[in-house]
């Protein structure tokens, strides 16, 4: 009709096709299913430890989209599954690796649960000091801009991991070199058990940016698009050559710190409910309706799916074979 307005959806003015934002809500909630299934898991005797991604899926599977898996870097830190499986890996993949066994793609079996890692999957493997995986990116970044090569190096961390030395001494030198890489604070309010407050003076962990003297922006992590939208920004002006971001994305830990943790010790019920409201799984979903993109059949065709594939894959990794015991001397010394 003349004169009509035609507004574009959210995610076509990002650039975003309707099968893309599908893939992402899947890859939120299979995220979410595998960190559900964990949980029953070490509850039941079968798995030593697990470390969560709930609440904080929106933020990575929005970052991790912004990116190209097949030619950028990912440096995660231990609570990424999100941007781990949106980096390629699979449930069967995830679960061989919780259950340690020979066929664990991360380690063979030698890392402890939630420590990640694949070459073929552009994925370092992460380590347990907080920070450490952050000078190494930057070293990333670095080789790209010495070899001329337009990969783009992400690196995620909490916000108390903000604090360490590696972070600063990371962010100094990308700064003063501007590299290709994007500083990525998962912002879940917590440090175990330390509120924000009493992390850091600062207002924002994205303020932090400006003595390095690179941007840094702070988004709504529950809010995938737009965690999409300014990491896509970031990643682009890393490519032009124009150095790092410090993007600071505001999120929530809707589970203790870990297994062998009890938050009840140092947040309230009623905290945690109120941040359960604004899940990110709960408002994209949401969008995705309204847009007419998804309803409860095609909600639950999709789930049904991811669920029979992370069933197969726990049956397949509780009877894998264990790594042999000399495995233990395999790369340690020079053969």
């Known amino acids: 009709m003349k004169g009509e307005i035609n507004v574009l959806s959210k995610h076509h003015q990002l ?57 950028d870097y990912a440096a995660p830190y231990y609570r990424d599954l999100g941007t781990i499986l949106a980096f390629g890996q699979t449930p069967k993949d995830i679960m061989l690796h919780m259950y340690a066994r020979a066929e664990d793609p991360n380690s063979g079996g030698r890392q402890m649960p939630g420590h990640y890692g694949s070459k073929k999957h552009h994925l370092m493997s992460i380590s347990s000091p907080v920070s450490t995986q952050i000078p190494h990116a930057v070293g990333m970044a670095l080789a790209a801009k010495m070899r001329k090569e337009t990969f783009v190096t992400y690196v995620s961390f909490g916000e ?95 589970t203790p710190h870990s297994s062998d943790d009890d938050d009840r010790a140092y947040r309230s019920k009623e905290e945690v409910d109120e941040a359960k409201a604004k899940d990110a799984m709960i408002v994209f979903k949401d969008y995705l309706v309204k847009q007419g993109l998804l309803d409860e059949s095609k909600e639950k065709t999709i789930r049904d799916r991811l669920m029979q594939a992370i069933n197969e894959a726990t049956d397949y990794a509780q009877t894998a074979q264990d790594p042999p015991p000399e495995s233990t001397l395999d790369y340690v010394y020079a053969n």
């Not at 975003?16 to 509850?43: C, F, G, H, P, S």
């Not at 529950?222 to 999409?228: R, T, W």
């Open 15 to 71: 650039g975003l096709t309707d099968d893309q934002v599908i893939a992402m809500y899947e890859k939120m909630l299979e995220a979410r299913l595998i960190d559900e299934r964990l949980w029953l898991l070490n509850r039941a005797g079968k798995l030593p430890f697990v470390v969560s991604c709930q609440g904080q899926e929106g933020a990575q599977i929005g970052a991790a989209f912004a990116m190209d898996p097949t030619i």
């Open 160 to 254: 108390g991991s903000s604090n360490q030395g590696d972070f600063h001494e990371g962010c100094n030198f990308a700064g003063v070199h501007k590299l290709p890489v994007i500083f990525f604070c998962e912002n879940n309010q917590y440090a175990i058990s330390v509120p924000l407050a009493k992390q850091v003076a600062c207002e924002h962990i994205a303020d932090r940016a400006l003595g390095y003297g690179f941007p840094g922006v702070v988004v709504d992590g529950n809010d995938v698009l737009e965690v999409y939208r300014v990491t896509k920004e970031a990643v682009d002006r890393a490519r032009r050559g124009d150095g790092p971001t410090l993007i600071e994305a505001l999120t929530y830990r809707l």
